[in-house]
């Protein structure tokens, strides 16, 4: 065959020249090994990609060694020796390469023996790479999630510096369309969105659909000069007039998550974490809109679920760092203590104290809340017996989370708590956060009607920072209204929030419920509000959340308050 023996009579650097083109046209590598000088020749892609140093490499047998995983080298090896000794004149076969970094990857080879006139027998052919070879997504006709990966990897390591952005894109109520419209309705809203995406983006963008209702657009072209914030709005118009012109037959949002910088030192995976993180946070913001990877916001997120790490561990290693902190609540008028209200603490070495504020919604998120409730009522029931041997009356309050009432038996622990611990069940109180399910929510209402009939009094906590309603007192005819720090600060600030108190007081007393007010902290603040009449006083002036040891120290040695 002519073309043969043309090919034998080539140089190296002719052979070397004519793999350099076949690879302009391919995303494969092409190579020639020469058997009988035991040398292979490469592409210079493939020597950006796998640790050749050269574009031609002599001893090829040897460096093979190197490239192949160790464990796949002895079959590649003896199917090599058997199209060097003319048994076979094809080579194919799929095995492992390390790449320049070491980095497993699965590769197809395939090559034919080419041989001259003289008995040189050449092996002419191709490397796949194959996860590069992933399906294009037979919906939406874009790449893949596993090609964004390979091209992502590649261009982070060669280039990071043209990367003007890297965009996820996700649809803000995709299942909802699915469940709702049917899985059709869904696949032409992805059709859509990737026909309003590739009109805005320039063709030398390329755009992956990752899973489910996600799409990644990857802008890396020099001196693109386009501002990512431009094409989220243009494609966001886009999409709003694709949906009028389709007389809104399916209404789609979309949110973005943007990374700009920091692309050094990245892989694909890094770059699919935090676009991910900041499309999260686009949607938590309300959805239909685009952030910015904002590093601050993800180490703290990092931080939140490294305490939700340490907390975990602590309650496996007995509910150690977490404590029991009392704070007196006190009559009024003659200010004697008669109850306190458990407040739980926690603290590690790492972190020191951690307030309230910031791990209670950790363990609620988590549903940690669930042990630690448990652990807080346990702790306080034990408490309050104990102190009810020097105050007979002496109540304890404890306060409760929605995930405990929505995901565990809520009531089967109370139960068991008072009998176990052996405490009247009068003398404990559940706070509950006052908020708007409170109307609708038929599981609080039946927990309210139990823990009623069983004797345990509930306290609607927060009064005065959210959905204030008094309807729900009568509703849930809380024992107790707690009135807010914040709301009595305010009262003390200006004269309508310290009418409107007042009023409040006064409805509550009206509809049997007795008025607690949290958050006193100086004399003049407690003459002040004492004239709005709240049945007890919760703050400072009277004392802070202490430990056990130190509130019995404190307060049970003296009765009286002041
Ligand atoms: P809360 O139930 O409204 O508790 C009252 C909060 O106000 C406590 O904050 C208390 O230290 C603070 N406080 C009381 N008097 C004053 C005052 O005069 N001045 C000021 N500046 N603050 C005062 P803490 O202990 O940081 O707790 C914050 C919140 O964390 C609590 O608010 C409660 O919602 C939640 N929490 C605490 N312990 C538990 C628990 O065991 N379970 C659940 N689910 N939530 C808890
Ligand atoms: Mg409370
Ligand atoms: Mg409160």
Redesign the pocket.
């Known amino acids: 065959m002519e073309y043969i023996a043309a090919l034998q009579n080539m140089s190296i650097d002719q052979l070397t020249a004519v793999i350099e083109v076949l690879q302009r046209s391919s995303d494969s590598y092409f190579y020639i090994y020469d058997f009988s000088k035991d040398t292979y020749i490469v592409t210079g892609k493939m020597l950006q990609r796998f640790p050749f140093e050269n574009t031609v490499t002599e001893n090829a047998s040897s460096f093979f060694k190197k490239l192949m995983y160790p464990s796949d080298f002895p079959k590649v090896d003896a199917d090599l020796a058997k199209c060097a000794s003319g048994e076979q004149d094809t080579h194919c076969l799929e095995y492992r390469w390390l790449d320049r970094k070491g980095k497993i990857v699965w590769i197809e080879c395939r090559g034919t023996v080419i041989t001259g006139n003289g008995g040189h027998r050449l092996l002419f052919g191709r490397v796949t790479e194959l996860g590069k070879e992933a399906k294009a997504d037979n919906i939406t006709g874009l790449r893949r999630e596993v090609r964004f990966q390979y091209d992502a990897e590649e261009i982070l390591r060669d280039r990071p510096q043209s990367i003007n952005y890297m965009m996820r894109i996700g649809i803000d109520n995709f299942k909802e369309i699915n469940e709702k419209e049917g899985v059709e309705a869904g696949d032409n809203v992805l059709r859509e969105l990737v026909d309003c995406i590739l009109a805005i983006v320039d063709t030398k963008v390329d755009v992956y659909r990752l899973m489910a209702d996600e799409f990644m657009i990857v802008d890396s072209i020099p001196g693109s000069g386009k501002a990512a914030g431009d094409i989220y709005n243009a494609i966001k118009n886009k999409v709003a007039e694709t949906q009028r012109e389709k007389e809104y037959n399916c209404f789609y949002t979309i949110s973005a998550g943007v990374m700009q910088n920091e692309f050094e030192d990245k892989g694909a995976g890094d770059i699919m974490r935090l676009t991910e993180f900041a499309l999260n946070e686009a949607k938590r913001k309300g959805k239909n809109q685009m952030a910015m990877f904002d590093r601050d916001a993800y180490d703290e997120f990092l931080k939140r679920l490294d305490i939700r790490k340490l907390m975990r561990r602590d309650i496996n290693d007995n509910f150690k760092g977490f404590q029991?902190?009392y704070?007196p609540i006190v009559s009024t008028p003659d200010y004697k203590l008669i109850g306190a209200?458990?407040?739980?603490r926690w603290g590690c070495e790492k972190y020191g104290n951690v307030?309230?504020?910031v791990f209670?919604p950790i363990l609620?998120e988590s549903g940690l809340?669930i042990p630690?409730?448990r652990y807080?009522m346990w702790q306080a029931a034990n408490t309050c017996k104990k102190w009810r041997e020097i105050l007979p009356d002496f109540h304890i309050n404890?306060?409760?989370?929605y995930v405990?009432i929505h995901k565990s038996d809520l009531m089967s622990d109370v139960d068991r708590c008072i009998s176990e611990v052996g405490i009247p069940p009068e003398s404990l109180v559940l706070?509950l956060?006052e908020s708007g399910y409170i109307e609708t929510d038929s599981r609080i209402k039946d927990l309210f009607r139990d823990l009623k009939t069983k004797n345990v009094d509930v306290a609607l906590?927060?009064f005065g920072t959210g959905y204030s309603n008094m309807r729900y007192l009568k509703e849930i005819e809380a024992k107790t209204v707690?009135i807010?720090?914040s709301f009595v600060v305010q009262a003390l600030k200006n004269d309508h929030d310290y009418n409107i108190i007042t009023h409040i007081i006064d409805m509550a007393h009206d509809l049997g419920s007795y008025v607690c007010m949290?958050?006193?902290?100086e004399e003049d603040e407690l003459n002040k509000m004492m004239k709005t009449k709240p049945d007890m006083i919760?703050?400072?002036?009277f004392g802070?959340?202490s430990s056990k040891d130190q509130f019995e120290e404190n307060f049970l040695q003296s009765k009286n308050m002041l």
């Not at 919760?538 to 002036?541: E, I, N, P, R, V």
């Open positions: 029991v902190f704070q209200e458990a407040l739980l307030s309230p504020a209670i609620e809340i630690v409730g807080v404890v306060n409760l989370s405990q706070e956060t906590d927060d707690k807010d720090r949290e958050g006193i902290e919760q703050g400072y002036y802070k959340p």
